[in-house]
């Protein structure tokens, strides 16, 4: 029986180094030297891929490992943003997101999203305004733009580290 080998992908892919605050100086060392058999695409999709978990990490840990609810609530969060910082002043002026609204740009069913908006009322995520509008709750929102701007900082710090890389690859290359 003939086993296939996996690619060779670069040392950098390890989760040691997407965890360091800059990609370490042998990683960039091989993205300068062009080798047929290591594959730089491996090493970028692994960094992205380390934003993407790290991401779906935190959504996870906040809700109890409902992503269902996480993604719903930043649907919420991501309509008419100045309505959701005034926390509903002049609702009346605004199409606010409601169960029709989020199962259609979901693609979830209706029952489905009535029922996990139900449930992050419940637990004080969302509010339901008396036009059936929803909005992160008052209470909520200052933590929970903690979280997005905390995945921000993660965001601006990949990008940084996929720049590095693909400089050293240029370097490389030229």
């Keep these: 029986m003939n086993k296939t080998p996996w690619p060779i992908a670069s040392i950098c892919s390890y989760p040691a180094c997407l965890r360091q ?36 990490r935190s959504q ?63 637990a004080g995520w969302v509010t339901r305004l008396p036009n059936g509008g929803l909005l992160v709750s008052h209470e909520k929102q200052a933590s929970y733009h903690q979280l997005l701007l905390g995945q921000a900082d993660l965001i601006v710090r990949t990008a940084e580290k996929l720049k590095a890389l693909q400089a050293a690859a240029r370097e490389g290359g030229a």
């Design 60 to 122: 996870v840990a906040l809700f109890d490992g409902d992503l269902v609810k996480a993604y719903l609530l930043s649907e919420i969060s991501s309509r008419h943003p100045v309505a959701q910082a005034r926390h509903g002043l002049a609702a009346e002026d605004y199409a606010f997101s409601n169960i029709h609204s989020l199962a259609e740009a979901t693609g979830y069913p209706r029952e489905t999203v009535r029922r996990k908006v139900l449930q992050l009322v419940e």
């Design 21 to 56: 605050e800059h990609i370490p100086a042998h990683c960039l060392q091989q993205f300068r030297q062009p080798e047929a058999d290591t594959n730089h695409a491996a090493c970028l999709a692994a960094l992205v891929n380390h934003l993407q978990t790290e991401q779906a």
